[in-house]
């Protein structure tokens, strides 16, 4: 989640198996960071967040789930629902 507008903005998160939640918001920063660098929009940024780090608690460790850039691709084609509250 993340503020627009004065607005709280929530995201759903992917649906998939948690194996372990080790590095998950590490990869969600991650994902956030590499879309503000690639100009995307804050919607598109935190799709990029929710998935990098849903994929990283699909596996062992902090690392094997980290999406390369055509993975990342494959993975935000999915729209997540967007919910927003006035703060």
Same mark, same amino acid.
């Given at each position: @989640?993340? =503020? +627009? &507008? +004065? &607005?709280?903005?929530? *995201?759903?998160? $992917?649906? &998939?198996? @948690?194996?372990?939640?080790?590095?998950?918001?590490?990869? $969600?920063? !991650?994902?956030? !960071?590499?879309g503000? #660098? /690639? &100009?995307? /929009?804050?919607?598109?940024?935190? +799709?990029?967040?929710?998935?990098?780090?849903?994929? =990283?608690?699909s $596996? *062992?460790?902090?690392?094997?789930?980290? %999406? +390369? @850039?055509?993975? *990342?691709?494959?993975?935000? #084609?999915?729209?997540?629902?967007?919910?927003?509250?006035? %703060?």
């Amino acid at each position: @989640s993340t =503020v +627009r &507008n +004065r &607005n709280w903005i929530k *995201m759903e998160a $992917f649906k &998939n198996k @948690s194996v372990d939640d080790t590095g998950a918001g590490d990869a $969600f920063v !991650v994902g956030i !960071v590499d879309g503000f #660098v /690639n &100009n995307k /929009n804050i919607d598109e940024c935190l +799709r990029m967040g929710v998935a990098s780090g849903s994929s =990283v608690v699909s $596996f *062992m460790g902090a690392k094997d789930g980290l %999406l +390369r @850039s055509e993975e *990342m691709k494959k993975k935000i #084609v999915k729209k997540l629902k967007i919910t927003e509250e006035t %703060l």
